[in-house]
């Protein structure tokens, strides 16, 4: 999976495609969550965009290839892009897959999910991409514990074209914390936003790390 990772420790990050081309309550990333912004151009049609190149034919070729297989006659002249995290699966070898899915409230009842301390794994998520091209998808993740942030993540996913299909995007490696201190319950804050900043998805959770996998 593409993209840059920039973290200040290493532990669980939460509720994630393509490498091709990369306030609390609010669902706008605030100004300690997110990057300098990249201030884009006025947004045009998927149409405008494939007319625009029309007579340079590598260029037309390979952006009908992003686009897949979108009926550009059938999308409107300018759409927002739809983007929905439809599931988040933890992946550790030797272990089935636990497939979450994610409630459309954003936030899981109860603790969603249980790590083993000292295990390794991978996040995998499907994401659903709808209407427009959605670019520079970026996810964050904040955890805490006992109200102390612990783990302060940011990853660049890419960008998206619409499909009838979702992608499939897996998170890289990692390696939960292990000893008596690590293990407990942790809260923790994903968001994936994309250029412009705006939020498809804020989750909010809890999770543990135990001695041992749940049976």
Same mark, same amino acid.
């Not at 029309?54 to 979108?70: F, M, P, T, Y």
């Not at 599931?87 to 899915?101: A, C």
């Given at each position: ?30 100004? %300690? ?9 006025? #947004? ?17 070729? !390979? ?48 603790? !969603? ?7 390794? @794994? ?21 955890? !805490? ?8 993540? #940011? ?11 979702? @992608? ?25 936003? %994309? ?17 041992? !996998?749940?049976?």
């Amino acid at each position: 999976m593409g993209g840059t990772d920039d973290k200040e420790t290493v532990l669980p990050s939460g509720s994630a495609a393509h490498d091709d081309a990369a306030s609390e309550s609010s669902c706008y990333a605030t100004e %300690d969550e997110e990057d300098t912004q990249i201030h884009l151009g006025p #947004k045009i049609s998927i149409r405008e965009h494939l007319e625009k190149d029309k007579d340079d034919e590598s260029l037309r070729r !390979w952006k009908e290839q992003l686009l897949g297989s979108v009926d550009v006659n059938q999308v409107e002249e300018v759409q927002e892009p739809d983007v929905k995290i439809l599931s988040l699966t933890i992946v550790s070898i030797g272990r089935p897959d636990l497939v979450l899915e994610i409630p459309d409230s954003g936030k899981p009842k109860g603790t !969603w999910f249980t790590l083993k301390e000292g295990s390794k @794994y991978n996040l995998k998520f499907s994401i659903k991409v709808s209407n427009d091209i959605v670019c520079g998808l970026k996810y964050t993740n904040n955890v !805490w514990k006992k109200g102390l942030k612990v783990d302060n993540s #940011k990853q660049m996913l890419g960008t998206f074209s619409p499909q009838a299909e979702p @992608y499939t995007h897996v998170m890289p490696e990692e390696t939960t914390p292990s000893g008596m201190f690590a293990r407990g319950n942790y809260s923790a804050k994903t968001k994936f936003v %994309d250029d412009d900043n705006k939020c498809y998805l804020e989750l909010n959770y809890s999770f543990d790390i135990q001695k041992d !996998w749940p049976n």
